[in-house]
Each structure stands twice: as C-alpha cells, then as structure tokens.
C-alpha cells in the first residue's frame, strides 16, 4: 500500500451498525473514508452472517458504502496508537498495517459479561452471543440439548437462534425479577418496532421455558458440561445439558479509547456531536453505553456527519437518538444484575481464565494494580477483557489503566509500529 | 454456498461448509476440549468474536490461532491440546 493509500480524512474503527452508519454518512459528505473490522466480515455482532448467507440489515448499509468509495479492511486489528493522527494495526495474516487519519470514528462495540460461577470454565460452557455467533458459523448444535441463562434481551434472541439451528433449548433463565420484565415490556410500546420484535420472540419461544429470577449457581460436567445447576425461588434444581449458554449483559468495548486518552466512565465520554474528549476523535455506538442497535446507528450517523464537517446534519439527529437514549435507560434499569450474584464463585473458582487465577488470590491483593503484579490476573492474552468486567462486578475495582499493545501481537508488527510498545 | 470444504483436526478428516470457521471444524469432528490452560484444565470456546483467546489452537503448524475468527481451508491441519 503507498503513502496516499493509507491516509483518511475520516478512519472507522469497528463495522457494525455504528461503524457503518458513520462510515456512509462521512462518506457521503465526499470524505476519504476508512472502515476497518478484526472479523473477517463486517456487520458486528449483532449483524454477524450466517453461513446460510440470509441477507442481513447489514447488507444495505455495506452496499451504501462501497458505493461511496469506502475503503474496507477486514480482519485487522488496532493495537496501539503511536502518536496522534496514527494507529498500528496488525492483519489478520499477522502482517503490520499503519493507518493515518484526520478524524477517527471508534465503533468498537460491546463484549459479554461473564459472572463467574463453578465449572464456568468448562468446555461447551460459554456465552450466550458467543454461542450464537459460533452457530452463525456452522458451529453443530442440531439435538443438543442447551441451557440459556443469564440476563438481558439478548437472552430469548440467542434462543431463539438455537431454535432455528435444531437446538433443543431447554429453558432460558433470566436473573431479572417478573416485575422489572414487566416495566421494560411497557417501555416497548414507546418503541412499536422493538414491541414487534419482543412479539416475534415470544412466539417462536413457545414450548421453552423462560424463567425469570433465576439463574445458574454451579455447572457440572466430566472434561465438559453435562449439567447445570440453577437456583429458582429459593430453591436449586439441576438440568442436563451438552451446552451452557450464558451471558449477562453487556460490556462497552473502550480499551482503544481508554489507550488514546478519551475519558471513559460507564462508557466512552461523548458531547451531543459524539466528540470524545479527545480532538478528532469521535465514538458511537455501544462504547458510549450499551443501547441496542437503533441507538448504534442515530450515534454512528451523527459521529459521520460530525466527523465529515457536517455539524448541521448531525445536529438534526439529535431528537431521535434522544428517544432511543430513553429506551437504553429502561433497558438498564431492567436488567440490573442480582446481589445474589456477586455470591456464586467460592474462593477457588478461578476468575481469570488465561492465567487460571481464583478468586480468593485476587481478593487478597489491595486493588487491580497489585493482583496483577502478585497473580498475573488480567494479564493474558485476553488482557483482561473477560475477567476484568467480572472483578469490577464482584469487588467494585475500576479496570487498571490500559496499555499497548492492546492484544497479543507478532515481534514484527510491534517493531513497526515504533515506539508504542514503550 | 453449497461448497464444502474437508480439513483434518487431530488427523481426523472433517466435512463443513465453505466459510465454516475452525471451532466448527473442531466441534464438527467430535472435539470438546480446544486446549489446555496453564494449570492444565480443559478449555473450549467462550466469547466466539475473537475476544477471550479461549479457543486457541495450533493451524497449520502455526501455534495460538483463534480457531472462531479463522476460516477454514481445504486441506488444512488443526491440532488441538490432548
């Protein structure tokens, strides 16, 4: 790739519905824009294709902007941010990629929340998206019998998928009380179209049990899950399964705008145009706080048109994406997580998965800074994307500050890209 | 999309579909067990977008590969842990 080829006025980090909108809507404005993915397809999660090739609501929006001239590179990944205006990436062939910007778009999304639980680290114990996204991928679950539990929307969607793909979902177990269920099925109907798709859910779950206040206490399984354990009223009850779908919530995705210096507090800090604090850079989309994806698309439209120069376009968006903040606050208030489950994980469940690292180790040390220096939690190749949300959850410490590179990266990239390492 | 590609995990040879990711494969071939932590526990996938680094195996000779963000290849050889 020469020079030219690698300077943007505008650089998208992240392609799913945040990213494409602000990507299109740059674009339009005749901005030389830049949208990269570390999958191998864009679309995000929550538009990730199935092998099946059904075409998706992410298909319009990738026509949109390869029409307009968008440059799109797959599977790559940023891992560190040298100087200002740069960020170094590595390729999916594990080939280093310098990228120039004048103003950078972060739509990096969301990842699940993990509580740990014992036997959570069992093979074919995973997250609930997670499994889906594997099943999107040809991942056989045709006869197996699987148990979705957790909490959030997120919940009867993955069932439903399941479903669809043969599964035989035994039942969805959901934390959250009936009654905040309740009051978040009441904000739908300031949202008719997301009241259809609760509708559609509903219907097709018919004949899988959705349990609310319940959740999984313990799984069980020789060299894999075979059972799970679930609490309900009181009481516990065990039911068999091959695989163990589980998530709660969701957590923003910031490490790259925590490492570029944006303010960061239950998400990427953002004014009305989607600026962070930082100049030139935008975010939109999950990072700024989980909202679902109508709320991904009002910001990522508003981040492109901002970041393209057009501020007046922007600012016509603002009453829409109001009506969807609304709904990302009911969504919340809804789904709270459970004291209940801060209990679940005994001193010897292991809490960080790369460096097999328990909970009783970690609550010994005084704060983050030290349970990494005397255990190595956090410190794998995950760099703490699994067990960091989870300690917060369980003992309330604020992830540690963030450093390159932000994921495992080859000797070759690293050198590359200069001084980020230091 | 009718296309099929066959591969080999631990030398077994395995059939899926074109665009199949490698934990399919691994799956596909009758595999829980992806690999070994470092105190040796058996571990298999968890986030499925490349995040957790869970599912790591060796491809093609080629150590710590994210098996749910790689395609699979015809002829290809995956090795998990034992």
Known sequence: MSEGDRSFDVLVIGAGPAGLAAACRAAAARAIVCLVDDNPRPGGQIWRASLDRVPGPAVPWIATAARLGVRMIEGARVFAAPEPGRLALETGAGEPLDLRYRSLVLATGARERFVPFPGW???????????????????????????????????????????????????????????????????????????????????????????????????????????????????????????????????????LASLLGCRVSEGVAVDDYQRTTVEGVYAAGEITGIGGVDLALVEGEIAGHAAAGQTERASRLFQARDRQRHFARSLARSFTLREELKHLAPDDTLVCRCEDVSLGRVRAATGWREAKLQTRCGMGPCQSRVCGPAVEFLLGWKPDSVRPPLFPVSVNSLSQAGDSGS | MNDAVTLRVNGKPVTVPAGAMVSTAIAAAGFDLFRRSVTGQPRGPLCGMGICFECRVTVGGRQHVRSCQTACASGMEVQTDE
Request: with cysteine; net charge positive.
């Open chain 1, 121 to 255: 680290t069992l093979p074919n114990a995973m997250g609930a998206g997670g499994l889906q996204s594997l099943v999107k991928s040809g991942f056989p679950v045709r006869g197996k019998k699987v148990v979705v539990a957790g909490s959030g929307p997120l919940l009867p969607a993955v069932a439903r998928y399941l479903r669809h793909a043969g599964a035989d979902v035994r039942l969805i177990a959901e934390q959250a009380p009936l009654a905040a269920l309740a009051r978040f099925a009441r904000s739908l109907l300031h949202h008719p179209h997301k009241l259809a798709e609760a509708a559609i859910f509903g219907g097709s779950l018919a004949g899988v049990r959705y349990l609310t206040s319940s959740w999984p206490v313990s799984a069980q399984g020789d060299g894999r899950v075979q059972s799970v354990t679930l609490a309900r009223g009181g009481k516990t009850f065990t039911e068999s399964c091959d695989y163990l779908a589980c998530g709660f919530g969701l957590v923003p995705n910031t490490e």
